[in-house]
C-alpha cells in the first residue's frame, strides 16, 4: 500500500491538527554554539517535548488516525475535518461511545488516551515488560484502562489486534499487517506536521542531513518521505538510528527485506524497542533513506546529557532516551577517532547542517535523572 506523504497532505493534516485545543507548533532549536564546537555549519533540533503537554510527538499519529477514523464514520471529508465536528452532539450520537485499544511503550499510548478522552470516548492499552511506571500512570491519568503485561512490545501489539477483533474495539497501532494498512497510514500522516513545522521553521535553511530515529519504522518514513517532497533534488540523507537491541530496520535494509528482531529487546530506548518493521513505512524508507546505523545505549544517554547541559548561549533541551539518540550519534560521530570511518562515509563535514528530532522529553524522570545526574550508561572508551 503507497501512502501519500506529500506536502499537500501535510497540509491537510496540519490544518487538523490546528484545531486541537491548546494545539501549538513545537520549537526548532538551533544549537549554533554546538555546531561550532562539532565542526559543523549548522545543528538544530526540533524539539517535541512540548507537544499538546504530552512530552512527546506521538499523539500527531494517533490523535490524527483516530480523528480519519471517526470523520469516515461521520461522512466527513478530510478538508472539513476537525475537533469541532468531531465533538458536536451529533457526531457523539451516531458515533456512540468507541472504544480505542492499543499497545505501547508509553508515549503512542498515552497520545490515543489523550485524543480518546477529549473526544469522549475509552481507550485500552498494553504494554510490555520493563515498562516504567511513570509511563503507566501517565497513560491512566487519561482515563484510559492500561495494564502491562509479561510480554514484550510485539507480543502486546498481537494482543491488541485480537482483542480488538474479539471485542469490537478500534484498533489504533502505527505498524502494519496483513488486513490492518489504513490506521497505520493515517498515523504515519498524522507525523507530517511535526516534519512540516520544522522545513518552515528552518526559515529557508536547508539541512544536508537528518538523523531519524526509528521503532517500527513509521515516524522516520513519514519525515523522509515529507522531505523528499519538500525539497526534491536538495532533499537532506536521511539517516536511521536504532538500538541495536531492537535493530529491525537495519537489519531489514541489510537484508533488502522485512526482517524481524525477538526477545526481550532490553535498551534503555523503551520507545524504539520494537521487532517487526512497519511494511508500508519500509516501502517509503526504502527509497527514501541512505544510512541505517544500530547503536549501543550509551549513544541515547550520552544525547541525554548533551542535550540537556548545552553551550553558553545555545538552549537547553530535555530529551528522553528515545529522543536523544540521533544528537547522541551525531556529536559522538563528530568528536570520537574511533567513528571516523563512519563520520567520512556519512559526509559529515565542516558544510553539514544537521536536523534532528528529539521526539519525547522525561518521560521516565527517574531514568533520566540517573543518566544525566549521576551518569549512568557513560560513554564507551
Not at 199 to 220: C, N
Not at 261 to 276: E, Q, Y
Request: glycine share 10%.
Amino acid at each position: 500500500m503507497r501512502v501519500d506523504l506529500s506536502v499537500g497532505i501535510a497540509k491537510k493534516v496540519l490544518s487538523y491538527h490546528r484545531s486541537l485545543p491548546n494545539f501549538a507548533a513545537t520549537p526548532l532549536s538551533n544549537l549554533y554554539n554546538l555546531g561550532v564546537h562539532l565542526g559543523i555549519k549548522g545543528f538544530f533540533v526540533k524539539d517535541e517535548s512540548y507537544r499538546l503537554g504530552l512530552n512527546a510527538f506521538k499523539v500527531l499519529g494517533a490523535g490524527y488516525a483516530m480523528g480519519k477514523w471517526m470523520g469516515a464514520k461521520l461522512g466527513i471529508p478530510d478538508e472539513e475535518l476537525s475537533f469541532e465536528r468531531l465533538t458536536t452532539p451529533e457526531a457523539a450520537k451516531q458515533l456512540g461511545t468507541v472504544t480505542f485499544v492499543s499497545a505501547t511503550d508509553g508515549n503512542h499510548g498515552r497520545g490515543v488516551a489523550w485524543t480518546a478522552q477529549q473526544m469522549g470516548h475509552e481507550a485500552v492499552i498494553y504494554m510490555p515488560k520493563g515498562t516504567a511506571a511513570e509511563r503507566l500512570e501517565n497513560i491512566r491519568a487519561c482515563g484510559a484502562k492500561a495494564e502491562i503485561l509479561p510480554m514484550n512490545y510485539d507480543e502486546c501489539v498481537d494482543k491488541a489486534a485480537a482483542d480488538a477483533k474479539k471485542y469490537g474495539w478500534v484498533l489504533v497501532q502505527d505498524t502494519a499487517f496483513e488486513g490492518y494498512e489504513e490506521v497505520p497510514t493515517w498515523i504515519m500522516q498524522g507525523y507530517l506536521t511535526m516534519a512540516l513545522e520544522a522545513a518552515g521553521q528552518l526559515e529557508g535553511v536547508v539541512p544536508t542531513h537528518v538523523f531519524l530515529q526509528a521503532g517500527v519504522g513509521s515516524m522516520p518514513g513519514a519525515v523522509a518521505g515529507l522531505m523528499a517532497d519538500y525539497y526534491g533534488e536538495e532533499k537532506p540523507t536521511v539517516v536511521i538510528v536504532e538500538p541495536n537491541k531492537a535493530s529491525c530496520v537495519y537489519q531489514t535494509a541489510a537484508a533488502g527485506s522485512i526482517q524481524t528482531v525477538s526477545g526481550d529487546m532490553d535498551t534503555i530506548m523503551a520507545g524504539l524497542a520494537c521487532g517487526r518493521p512497519n511494511p508500508v513505512a519500509w516501502d517509503v524508507l526504502a527509497q527514501t533513506t541512505e544510512f541505517a546505523v544500530s547503536c549501543p545505549d550509551w549513544v541515547a544517554a550520552h544525547g541525554m546529557r548533551v542535550l540537556g547541559n548545552p553551550l553558553k548561549g545555545d538552549p537547553r533541551i530535555i530529551s528522553g532516551e528515545s529522543g536523544a539518540v540521533t544528537a547522541g550519534l551525531m556529536t559522538a560521530l563528530m568528536q570520537r577517532e574511533d567513528l571516523v570511518w563512519l563520520r567520512n562515509r556519512l559526509h559529515l563535514n565542516k558544510d553539514s547542517v544537521i536536523l534532528c528530532f528529539s521526539t519525547e522529553g522525561d518521560t521516565d524522570m527517574q531514568n533520566y535523572r540517573s543518566i544525566v545526574w549521576d551518569g549512568k550508561y557513560p560513554n564507551a572508551e
